[in-house]
């Protein structure tokens, strides 16, 4: 439920900005990224009010079981977090229903639902995807750490503060790729482009589309072993 949330409104966002004839047309990046962030707020609180710890992103999943040593959810959690992308894309593309046939760039169609690069070049793409994603899980961790609240953070506000870290990301580091730092993010929004019926959609562009999978788990996991290294 909550990483569904996060597409309905992350995907939701661009879609506001980039599709023809949306009253938030060209309204710019920073819209764009403050969407995002209000997104991930809204997706961990969805999650925790069923109980979830409200990853949404298996590269936290990934970072948390190996700072916990406890992988006993990796494989649900992931299993859920990609069912819940896909649905929000396609709750995403039934919101904009009329606009798809509107827009005829179909690289800003492919755009709504999944990240690409400014410059392609595969390196620096995956460095950067690398760096984003460690970024958010060391962020993540020093909000949650006792070194900044010994007795625990103020009830309801870690969703609030993580929000402004994504947002932070995107103003910074989101305009080489779009930040995915999310494989589900990415992965789950390309298979609904593949498969749904839109208008003049082209491409999924499936030739980029294993950086921003491997690459966020990558620095989730790189991040997590400095972690534990400066900890220990």
């Known amino acids: 439920m909550g990483t569904m949330l996060l597409i309905l409104l992350g995907d939701g966002v661009v879609a506001n900005v980039l599709l023809k004839q949306s ?84 690289g800003l169609k492919l755009a709504v639902f999944s990240t690409g690069p400014a410059i392609r070049n595969v390196g620096a793409n995956f460095i950067s995807e690398f760096i984003g994603t460690a970024v958010l899980i060391i962020g993540v961790w020093a909000i949650f750490s006792p070194g900044v609240a010994a007795n625990g953070l103020a009830a309801g506000s870690g969703p609030f503060i993580v929000g402004f870290l994504i947002w932070s990301i995107g103003l910074s580091l989101g305009g080489s790729t779009g930040y995915a730092i999310n494989p589900a993010r990415d992965l789950g929004p390309r298979i609904a482009h593949a498969i749904l019926p839109i208008a003049g959609k082209g491409g999924s562009d499936w030739g980029y589309s294993w950086i921003p999978v491997v690459a966020p788990v990558a620095g989730a996991a790189a991040a997590a072993l400095l972690i534990k290294a400066l900890t220990a």
């Open 23 to 106: 009253k938030g047309e060209n309204s710019g990046w920073i819209v764009i990224t403050a969407g995002w962030g209000f997104a991930v707020m809204a997706g961990v609180y969805l999650a925790g009010a069923f109980g979830a710890p409200g990853h949404l992103n298996p590269a936290v999943t990934v970072a948390m079981a190996m700072l916990s040593g406890d992988c006993s959810n990796v494989g649900p959690f992931i299993a859920a977090q990609f069912i819940g992308a896909i649905i929000g894309a396609v709750l995403v593309w039934l919101q904009y229903l009329p606009h798809w046939e509107k827009t005829e760039n179909p």
